[in-house]
């Protein structure tokens, strides 16, 4: 525990956790729980240490909970999950703000809420019932939710905020502690309990996770998890839950007016288009889908004038194109039967087939394909008549068993300067042009 900072120690350590599945390993975690594991891991979240300690001290417990997912009754995840020990992992998550403290201790309680995901929602199970894991991170969502809605000002705070310098311009990132506890929030609705949501609804925790969502255009790791969030709770059992997200979160209003300022941006000269926007489009997708099933939720989208206003317009449009094929045609559009399509560009009006000059396909002939090194040429002197012609055997050709002609090297003969001059090159009085086309005709 003393030198957890080195990452070699963290390994050793889990493969000691590892020698319960060895034939003689049965007892070790048992051995762990009496030598104190849990609380020591869990004391190194102390803000007082390393970020390298913190983050140590939670891959070891993650790795823990991770190896321990399908076991029910492992003695590790009793200690870890049990009052005492949650209490002090909160502690140290909210004693020093936002910070390596909050960020790691976050990580290892997230995911211990993920061993208590649901897929069924219960409406039936009181808070006070649920396991002390859930019902003290219920406790704790006001402070939490009150670290995401205190967003740094870069005009107030200009001494302690940190600026990016971006290709778009200057953002205030939104910082990894506050997206954990989006994340935090994400698993909390995901064990599906109806007394959670109501909690979640008297905090309005679901305005200030879509508040960050179109805070941050450019953040697409938040965009992604708050997606998550109304995804499921879209796909969800909950009714109750999903009118409060149109109504009180105020989402629909929401939609409308980031379209509209994604428009105007884009209008701009070098305008960017907003990083949620794909988000967007998948959300109103799925309130359509669920207004066709759910009464409520169709009352309130046809209440709604820009909302039609923009699904009509906007999303249709958008829509429409996401709809087309990329380069124009789906490969199932090519099927057997059409395969030979191209050659309608070369069919003259009778349907015959014209390649250039041919008239139809009788006239064409594949040994014309040959093609020749040094063709005939008025300009030559008539000495070259007598020079062998290089030519490459046509591919096309028919006769397989006729043998291609050898390749046969071309002796060119040096010849006296003034003949050359006389011969080759052109009066002092002639054209650029002439003498351009005389030097090409040597080099051939």
């Not at 609380?39 to 913190?54: A, G, M, R």
């Not at 990016?164 to 205030?172: D, F, P």
């Not at 009509?312 to 380069?327: D, I, M, P």
């Not at 050709?397 to 050359?420: C, L, N, R, V």
Request: charged share 30%; glycine share 4%.
């Amino acid at each position: 525990m003393k030198h957890l900072g080195n990452a070699s120690v963290m390994d050793l350590l889990l493969k000691v956790i590892a020698c319960e599945d060895a034939p003689d390993g049965a007892g070790t975690l048992e051995w762990l729980c009496s030598t104190g594991l849990i609380p020591s891991l869990v004391e190194k979240f102390d803000k007082s240490l390393s970020t390298e300690v913190h983050e140590n001290a939670a891959q070891a417990l993650v790795d823990i909970i991770i190896v321990s997912m399908n076991s029910a009754s492992s003695p590790l995840i009793a200690q870890l999950e049990s009052e005492d020990t949650v209490k002090v992992l909160y502690h140290h998550v909210l004693s020093s703000g936002l910070s390596s403290s909050l960020l790691q201790s976050l990580s290892v309680i997230i995911e211990l809420l993920r061993r208590h995901v649901k897929d069924h929602h219960d409406d039936m199970a009181k808070l006070e019932e649920l396991p002390a894991l859930i019902r003290i991170t219920v406790d704790n969502l006001g402070p939490l939710n009150a670290l995401l809605t205190k967003r740094p000002n870069p005009t107030t705070d200009a001494e302690t905020v940190f600026v990016l310098e971006s290709s778009v311009g200057k953002i205030v990132p939104l910082g990894f502690e506050r997206l954990k506890i989006v994340e935090l929030i994400s698993a909390l609705f995901m064990t599906n309990y109806q007394c959670i949501d109501q909690e979640l609804m008297k905090m309005n925790v679901l305005a200030t996770c879509l508040e960050l969502f179109f805070a941050y255009p450019r953040n697409n790791f938040l965009h992604a998890v708050v997606e998550s969030i109304v995804q499921g709770i879209l796909e969800g059992e909950n009714e109750e839950l999903k009118v409060a997200l149109i109504k009180d979160a105020n989402l629909l209003q929401r939609i409308v007016d980031a379209s509209k300022n994604n428009e105007e941006e884009c209008a701009k000269p070098r305008g960017i288009r907003r990083g949620y926007m794909g988000h967007i489009t998948s959300i109103s997708q799925s309130l359509l889908s669920v207004a066709t099933v759910t009464p409520s939720i169709e009352k309130l989208l046809a209440e709604h004038q820009e909302w039609n206003n923009y699904a009509k317009g906007a999303l249709t449009a958008t829509r429409e194109r996401e709809n087309q094929s990329l380069g124009g045609y789906l490969p199932a559009d090519y099927s057997g039967e059409n395969v030979n399509e191209f050659e309608d560009d070369y069919e003259d009006d009778d349907g015959d087939f014209n390649i250039g000059e041919y008239e139809n396909r009788d006239e064409y002939s594949p040994e014309e394909n040959d093609f020749r090194l040094d063709p005939d040429d008025d300009s030559d002197d008539d000495d070259d008549d007598d020079e062998e012609e290089v030519v490459v055997q046509s591919e096309l050709q028919d006769d397989e068993d006729e043998e291609p002609e050898t390749w046969t090297e071309k002796t060119i003969e040096e010849q006296p300067a003034a003949s050359a001059a006389t011969t080759e090159t052109p009066a002092s009085a002639s054209s650029s042009e002439e003498v351009t086309a005389a030097a090409t005709t040597e080099e051939k």
